[in-house]
T-cell receptor
Framework: GENVEQHPSTLSVQEGDSAVIKCTYS??????FPWYKQELGKGPQLIID?????GEKKDQRIAVTLNKTAKHFSLHITETQPEDSAVYFC???????????FGKGTKLSVIP | DSGVTQTPKHLITATGQRVTLRCSPR?????VYWYQQSLDQGLQFLIQ???????AKGNILERFSAQQFPDLHSELNLSSLELGDSALYFC????????????????FGPGTRLTVL
């Protein structure tokens, strides 16, 4: 089955700096890669996703890049703000299967 | 607010007991997924239902079962509870397929925190 590795497990950045979280996946059939943000006491919230026919996608301060050859994808957050502090999860899903396999999460702390 | 609702928010019970967690998907979503989130295991996929039928199974124990009803709400039943079953249980929903197009986006509910004493 699919295996998703996520790094780092914790990340601290100064407010205004950029944050990068990286994930690798094992199943070359996976073609959907979402990112979720989970705040304390809440459910994961979908913040951005990318499909395998696209190399990069941006939404304001958030961007995701995908390298299909290397089987890795990354989340980039620019101009970080204290409200970006949360746990971020990457996931991978495949065609014909709507099941998602999640990474173990990255706890991002933005220091004011 | 994702539009997915889960009840109850918190549940405290004893070992050996049985509980039922309930999930109502977003309006129009046909698929429901159940996940278990514990500190050491992250988000683990348990089971998926699509329009009332079981579609996929993940790391779901035999003591656990689920169903999706005609109105598309779903219930996760956990029996013979053990201390290790204490975790957050999330339900997610998605459209899955609409007009022949596949959609993978899953939207999560707020979760049920289960504590087994």
């Amino acid at each position: 089955g699919e295996n998703v590795e996520q790094h780092p497990s914790t990340l601290s950045v100064q407010e205004g700096d950029s944050a990068v979280i990286k994930c690798t996946y094992s199943d070359s059939a996976s073609n959907y890669f979402p990112w979720y943000k989970q705040e304390l006491g809440k459910g994961p919230q979908l913040i951005i996703d990318i499909r395998s026919n696209v190399g990069e996608k941006k939404d304001q301060r958030i961007a995701v890049t995908l390298n299909k050859t290397a089987k890795h994808f990354s989340l980039h957050i620019t101009e970080t703000q204290p409200e970006d502090s949360a746990v971020y999860f990457c996931a991978a899903g495949g065609a014909g299967s709507y099941q998602l396999t999640f990474g173990k999460g990255t706890k991002l702390s933005v220091i004011p | 607010d994702s539009g997915v609702t889960q009840t109850p928010k918190h549940l405290i019970t004893a070992t050996g007991q049985r509980v039922t967690l309930r999930c109502s998907p977003r309006s129009g979503d046909l698929s429901v997924y159940w996940y278990q989130q514990s500190l050491d295991q992250g988000l683990q996929f348990l089971i998926q239902y699509y329009n009332g039928e079981e579609r996929a199974k993940g790391n779901i124990l035999e003591r656990f079962s689920a169903q999706q009803f005609p109105d598309l709400h779903s219930e996760l039943n956990l029996s013979s509870l053990e201390l290790g079953d204490s975790a957050l249980y999330f339900c997610a929903s998605s459209v899955s397929v609409l007009a022949g197009v596949s959609y993978n986006e899953q939207f999560f509910g707020p979760g049920t925190r289960l504590t087994v004493l």
